[in-house]
């Protein structure tokens, strides 16, 4: 009898497995529930089926049924506190963290994330004993028993992301695939009624599921995730999509190139200025699972320069839903940072070039997922959340910030480009392409100035520096540091709801002349000798500067002495003077072959018959003049780049494409996320 039983549960648990091995884990669960009370290995790939389709919570029972009857497993060990994390069971999930660290674990990242959670749940007294300063509010009328999340508001309605009406399954998860849907929204932030609609064709692909949507601040880009083919396995990869809205049409979407086709890229969010793009990928060289990046566009429109955003954001774990507020602050999702559980919605705020993390706590998050916050106005927006006493699975819910201290200040940077004419006056110099760097040299935005060669940037609060860099052809590219020490408002005193504070920097650009000279200031030597002092490296250092910034420019550095002395002495004095400097230069990284040395002793003096010692100082001095431009490396765009997409009309149907088959690999982290995140 009991070999018949052992016959009969065997089928079930091979087909379990099989399953799971095919990432089909909802398939899986279907199958393993039938002997899991007879075979404790598959309880365990029960809990690791429900970990993997991000249902993590309900996986408890079946890693504590495995580990009860002796499975031997690190893995099973290392999740089992997170699943008790993800029901609240705090103290036990710590104890389960300290077990697991005290049986000799093999797997570094394991351990690593280990001891993360258990500082992490030792703070979990400080966020509950925080004071509640949000509501938050169940949106009926836009939530099913399907998955609602990440919804944007733009010109009057709410986009979000939705598994509603699709009837194909994705086997991992036993759901929908998801699509991309808007609605009116009407007052108290809720859906208006019967305005639920589907985005068109172009933008929810038959045999695609579409993720996280973003709107550019002007509202005129969208960028979107879209998963995998919904073929017999699914497919590995998340990238990013970008259409324009011009002529009153959204242009037919097209991937982006920042997209790695290896990686999960999803979860889009624009800068206040629409020049970053921030997103979450799993991509290579990241700090844990799924990271956030950031990645800026150039004067052409084209994104690129991916930057991780850093271990004061990233964590072992998983970073996602980035957002910007008005007042430039970052606001994101993870499951890295001490939370209650799942996903939590985070603030990061910079103060003196530190980041600070801080959790918004209830009743914003809970021990389920809570991510997706966008504003809808100053102090009210969105969020969203599987928490009980939902319609069913993601729901969109709306929140109000109530605290007293909310202030939102802006900061901006604004100036005037300028040249000098013949008199050496300051005049107007306009269409001055302006960059704005950080403390680290990273790019934050481009613009350039009008022809009142006017031009402004909006700052993010708490970097400790910036520099502005101004290029124009035939000027010398330009730049200058601007310390942000003590200029950074105290929120705790403003009165004002809204405050906005303008700092002022001009640029002067000198125009690029041929053999015109340049005094150095500050170049001094010792009494006989050619040797560079530590006050004239500083002074050379600034000449280094301009040659990187004007790779274009070929110069001789002269140095100068006063009428004094032999001319054969001073000449060599000079000459020796003049090399030591420019080998000081060329030790920085710049080409020898831009750069040559010249000693002219005193034969060619400023003050002619000088008399006074201020005289002759005049004439003891370095100089460097151009003297041959060299062309610059053009960037042509490729014919990829200067395609444009073609229009769609977002109320018309849009005809299928037919696309080329791709060969798929699983990923499991795509799998954990789900495919419509």
């Not at 759901?175 to 208006?192: C, I, W």
């Not at 900061?411 to 110099?429: H, P, S």
């Amino acid at each position: 009898m009991m070999l018949l039983l052992l016959v009969a549960a065997c089928n079930p648990y091979k087909k379990g497995v099989r399953s799971y091995q095919l990432g089909e884990y909802q398939v899986a669960i279907n199958q393993l529930e039938k002997v899991a009370d007879k075979n404790p290995k598959a309880n365990f790939f029960l809990a690791e089926s429900y970990r993997l389709s991000n249902r993590i919570d309900q996986a408890e029972p079946y890693y504590a049924a495995a580990l009860q009857a002796g499975l031997q497993d690190e893995e099973a060990r290392f999740y089992y506190g997170y699943a008790l994390k993800a029901n609240s069971k705090y103290t036990q999930a710590r104890q389960q963290f300290e077990s697991y660290l005290g049986s000799a674990p093999r797997n570094e990242e394991f351990k690593q994330r280990a001891r993360k959670e258990v500082n992490n749940l030792q703070a979990l007294s400080q966020i509950l004993s925080q004071e509640p300063v949000f509501v938050i509010k169940h949106l009926t009328n836009v939530n099913t028993a399907d998955a609602e999340y990440g919804a944007v508001a733009r010109e009057g309605e709410l986009y979000f992301t939705s598994s509603r009406g699709d009837a194909k399954i994705y086997k991992a998860t036993g759901k929908s695939f998801t699509n991309l849907y808007r609605a009116q929204v009407g007052q108290a932030m809720e859906t208006v009624p019967n305005t639920v609609e589907k985005l068109p064709e172009a933008f929810n692909m038959a045999d695609r599921a579409e993720g996280a949507i973003t709107f550019s601040p002007d509202g005129n880009t969208m960028v979107f995730a879209r998963g995998n083919a919904k073929g017999k396995k699914g497919g590995d990869e998340v990238n990013l999509y970008i259409s324009y809205f011009r002529n009153g049409l959204w242009s037919e979407p097209v991937i982006m190139r920042i997209s790695d086709p290896r990686a999960w890229d999803s979860t889009p969010a624009f800068s206040r200025n629409g020049k970053t793009l921030y997103f979450a990928s799993n991509r290579r060289g990241g700090l844990g699972g799924v990271d956030l990046y950031s990645a800026q566009v150039d004067a052409r429109g084209n994104w690129g320069r991916v930057q991780n955003m850093g271990k004061e954001i990233n964590t072992p774990g998983n970073e996602m839903f980035p957002y910007v507020s008005e007042d430039n602050r970052l606001y994101f999702s993870s499951d890295g940072h001490p939370g209650l559980g799942g996903l939590d919605l985070f603030i990061a705020t910079r103060r003196d070039g530190k980041v600070s993390i801080e959790n918004l706590g209830e009743p914003m998050n809970s021990p389920a997922d809570d991510f997706g916050l966008s504003y809808f106005a100053m102090d009210k927006g969105y969020f969203s959340s599987n928490r009980d006493g939902g319609a069913g699975d993601d729901d969109i819910y709306a929140f109000v910030n109530n605290s007293p201290d909310l202030k939102i200040v802006n900061y901006f940077l604004a100036g005037t480009t300028y040249t000098t004419d013949e008199q050496n006056k300051q005049v107007i110099l306009p269409n001055v392409q302006v960059r704005l760097l950080d403390h680290e040299e990273r790019q934050r935005d481009v613009v350039i100035s009008d022809e009142q060669g006017r031009f402004e940037f909006q700052l993010e609060e708490g970097i400790p520096q910036f520099q502005i860099i101004g290029d124009k052809p035939d000027y010398f590219t330009t730049r200058h540091d601007i310390d942000m020490s003590g200029r950074y408002l105290d929120r705790k005193t403003l009165k004002q709801f809204r405050t906005d504070t303008t700092f002022r920097q001009d640029l002067v650009l000198g125009q690029i002349v041929l053999d015109r000279a340049i005094v150095l200031d500050n170049i001094y030597y010792d009494f006989d000798k050619a040797d560079i002092r530590a006050d004239a490296a500083l002074e050379l250092d600034k000449l280094v500067t301009v040659l990187r910034d004007n790779p274009q420019l070929v110069i001789e550095l002269s140095s100068h002495t006063d009428s004094r002395g032999d001319l054969a002495y001073n000449i060599d004095l000079s000459q020796r003077r003049a090399e030591s400097a420019v080998r000081y230069i060329i030790s920085k990284g710049i080409d020898s072959k831009r750069i040559t040395a010249r000693g002219y002793g005193k034969t060619r003096p400023i003050i002619a018959n000088a008399e006074t010692e201020e005289e002759h100082q005049v004439n003891r001095r370095t100089e460097f003049k151009v003297t041959d431009i060299t062309p610059e490396v053009q960037v042509v765009p490729t014919e990829e780049e200067q395609e444009t997409p073609p229009a769609v009309d977002p109320e018309q149907p849009q005809p299928k494409k037919e696309e080329k088959p791709k060969k798929k690999s699983r990923d499991a982290v795509f799998d954990e996320l789900g495919d419509g995140r």
